[in-house]
């Protein structure tokens, strides 16, 4: 079975500094990759996704998530934060024959500071 | 107005007591899904429908029983509420290619006193 962990609870940074949240997964199986953000008092959102292709993926909003398949990881990046990105982030992956089950890791709090 | 929409918002009720949670969505997806989050755990994943007559249990399921009653109906049910199911609980609708994002509800507060 597939698993997602996210290495960092807590991610606290200032204003304008980067930032890396990670994420492994654990699966035999070729997977799909998600990152997703909470807004507080919030359902979550889709940021980016990895389906194939380009191993590099983007978001409108400056971030970005490199697919690492020998390290088996999806780590999240934006070279520089603002308060607005203050949120918790979720990894979460699916089996890409289409079980259509979103398994979520535990969630890392990214804190923006000023 | 929300395309998926969660009633209630919040809920306090006691030990023992059924209670139904209930989601509803105008994005005329044919997948609902119902997650439950937890400090520390991030979503699991209690139920899952890919249409009205496919019902799909998750990795949680146990204590919790679900309904739907139409493609934009999917709800969920606590016969007999536990302390160990305050949460907060989470509808998602996706479409059916595998490539298709989860859309969430804003969710719902349960506290089982």
């Known amino acids: 079975a597939q698993s997602v962990t996210q290495l960092d609870s807590q991610v606290p940074v200032f204003e304008e500094a980067p930032v890396e949240l990670r994420c492994n997964y654990s699966s035999s199986v070729s997977v799909y990759l998600f990152w997703y953000v909470q807004y507080p008092n919030q359902g979550l959102q889709l940021l980016l996704k990895y389906l194939s292709g380009s191993t590099l993926v983007e978001s409108i909003n400056g971030f970005e998530a490199e697919f690492n398949k020998s390290q088996t990881s999806f780590h999240l990046r934006k070279p520089s934060v603002h308060i607005s990105d203050t949120a918790e982030y979720f990894c979460a992956v699916t089996l890409s024959s289409n079980t259509g089950k979103l398994i979520f890791g535990q969630g890392t709090t990214l804190q923006v500071k000023p | 107005d929300a395309d998926v929409t969660q009633t209630p918002r919040n809920r306090i009720t006691k030990t023992g007591k059924r209670i139904m949670l209930e989601c509803s969505q105008t994005k005329g997806h044919d997948r609902m899904y119902w997650y439950r989050q937890d400090p520390g755990l991030g979503l699991r994943l209690i139920y899952y429908?890919?249409?009205?007559?496919?019902?799909n249990k998750g990795e949680i399921s146990d204590g919790y029983s679900v309904s739907r009653q139409a493609q934009a109906k999917f709800s969920l049910s606590l016969e007999s509420a536990i302390p160990n199911q305050t949460a907060l609980y989470f509808c998602?609708?996706?479409?059916?290619?595998?490539?298709?994002?989860?859309?969430f509800g804003n969710g719902t507060r349960l506290t089982v006193t």
């Open positions: 998602a609708t996706s479409a059916s290619s595998y490539n298709s994002p989860l859309h």
């Open positions: 429908s890919f249409d009205v007559k496919d019902i």
